[in-house]
């Protein structure tokens, strides 16, 4: 079936430093890629939504400086949180998608743990 | 905006009983995709139903099913004959069915317990 992959699983890195997580697409074309931010014990929390060869549309509260967004390829998404502090920590899920009416496939998430 | 309810934040079950989680959404929408999905501690997110509104049948997948009531906006999940492996927290979500790229809208979850 199909499969998202992300990458790293966990990280782990001093406050100041900027950290770049990869979503993958590994057999399928997905033109649309969200990701998400899940606290301990919570839901999971939409931050935006990356188009391949556009802009991501970014959800409200989300700073758009702080989780850059890139996606550009039909099968890679990329996001980057920068200058990260510790109030950044978090659980970050990509999910991605071929169309509209398709499925909606999630990575298995990366562990962001700011020191 | 679209929002989805669950009301019951943790849940627990004895090993080959049957338990229901319950999920209500708001929408002004007519199509629209509703969903349960699992994640078991290594938090990786599971599908395990999925619901189309305009199909009035209820979805069904092995030991999970759904009672789908869209006039209530009411969207049960089903779990018989537990087993230790369902332990988990479970998402109801709800997307839009358009031309758009709308993401899923996930409710609060329910943490399920299963007891042997």
Redesign the interface.
Known sequence: GAVVSQHPSWVICKSGTSVKIECRSLDFQA??M?WYR?FP????M?MA?S?EGSKA?YEQGVEKDKFLINHASLTLSTLTVTSAHPEDSS?Y?C?ARLG??Q??H?G??TRLSIL | AQTVTQSQPEMSVQEAETVTLSCTYDTSESDYYLFWYKQPPSRQMILVIRQEAYKQQNATENRFSVNFQKAAKSFSLKISDSQLGDAAMYFCAYRILNSGNTPLVFGKGTRLSVIA
């Open positions: 033109t649309t969200f899940q014990k919570q839901s999971l939409l939504t188009n549309t659980f899920i999910s509209p009416s499925p909606q999630f298995d998430g």
